[in-house]
């Protein structure tokens, strides 16, 4: 995955700028944008969550699928079903033209030039992995910015519509149909019976508001594109969850702990209590130096310096027992913070030296009632501080008990801030 390439981010910068011309406008977390931007964003978040480690072609694809689209109106093309496909296959020749004259002037080579047209084209679309990929995620992009609006001017020939275009996508691709925002169920679930499809006894039903259901979908996908994964935990519930949830498909995935010296003998035993029910595969990491030597030269840097208390302690530590792992499963939650709210279920992430990996974050959408549920019907094991009033629990020296039920992250650092900086990254990739 292309993460720090100035050709990659060039290249979309140019299309980016191109599509901010659309005329047309899609309404896009509360905020109005230009159709094709929009879409040209979605479509590489979609590449990325499906292929998980997306070849750099295959993300210049998605980036361009509607490259300047609007600039040939589906009405200066006849009516009817021949009319809309001779307008769409002109326009993807289109696309691919486009792509390809931004592509040579960043530089590229002909190959990358001609794979990215032919994943645009959908050339051997069904014996292509990443063409099928590719298919999956543009028609995604279509049910999460254009369907509610077709469905409204189509009427009743909108499952007909629909019904063609999932009949053109994967059971991976139908199966993330859930995690769209405010689509509408019904209006799938009549579309996939009048496709005619008998491949998706795996998915079918589909897992509407069932976070769990699409926990194991995102994870399992994951798992299958990877070589070599890996899960971070600290002993809190959510990083119990995931990892129960995680285990069910790779029961013997390294497990990275970091004792960073201080914390609570609590969390210390609770972790080999874990190690031992489970038979996990532990890899506990420490700093470079000891607490006292730590002490020795800079004092109480916990309380002069969270910040670099925390990147010493923990952060670089779990870095450098990333690198070499190509995917990283992580328990963070978009309602734990205003940061972690902007975050995505699987994004790219650069450690230290540079090193990419990809990070998937199975339960990003959860509550924090969702992972309580979760724990209590499966039985998990509990971090005894919980027990204390403690609702986030960190090192001992900057943590305390709260008695705020669901607050979990409150009482860590004297309120100075809510990140120890590992799920801080250098920028992903646009």
Known sequence: MPLTSERYLTVVDAIDVANAQDPNRVTVGGAEEP????????????????????SEPLLLAARAHHLRRWEV????????????????????????????EILTRAGYDDRVIDRVQSIIRKQQLRSDHEVQTYEDAVALVFLETQLNETAERLGNKAV???????????????????????????????????????????????????????ARNLIRRALVMSKDPVITMSGQLGGVVLLHLVRETAPTIPVVFADTGYHFPETLKFIDELRQAWDLNLRVVSPRESVAQHEAVRGKLYDTDPDACCGLRKVAPVERALIGHDTWFAAVRADQSAY??????????????????????PILGWSWDAVERYADHHRLPRHPLYSKGYTSIGCAPCTIPTF???????????????????????????
């Open 160 to 214: 007909d519509v629909l019904a063609k275009t999932l009949h053109k996508m994967t059971p991976i691709g139908i199966s993330a149909i859930p995690e769209l925002p405010a689509v509408p169920a019904g209006l799938i679930d009549e579309a996939l019976h009048a496709s005619g499809r008998t491949d998706l006894d795996r998915v079918l039903p589909l897992s509407w508001s069932d976070p769990v259901a699409q």
């Open 340 to 361: 972690r709210s902007t975050l995505q279920p699987v994004t790219g992430a650069v450690l230290e030296g540079a090193h990419a990996i990809v990070k998937v974050s």
């Open 35 to 54: 159709l094709a931007f929009a879409q040209g964003r979605a479509a590489t978040r979609w590449v990325r969550r499906l292929a998980i480690h997306p």
């Open 73 to 100: 109106p589906r009405s200066t093309y006849p009516n009817g079903r021949a009319g809309y496909l001779l307008w769409r296959n002109e326009r993807m020749q289109d696309h691919a033209r486009d792509a390809s």
């Open 404 to 430: 705020a039920a669901g607050d979990d992250r409150g009482g860590r650092w004297n309120g100075a801030k809510v990140e120890c900086g590992l799920h801080i990254q250098s920028p992903e990739p646009r």
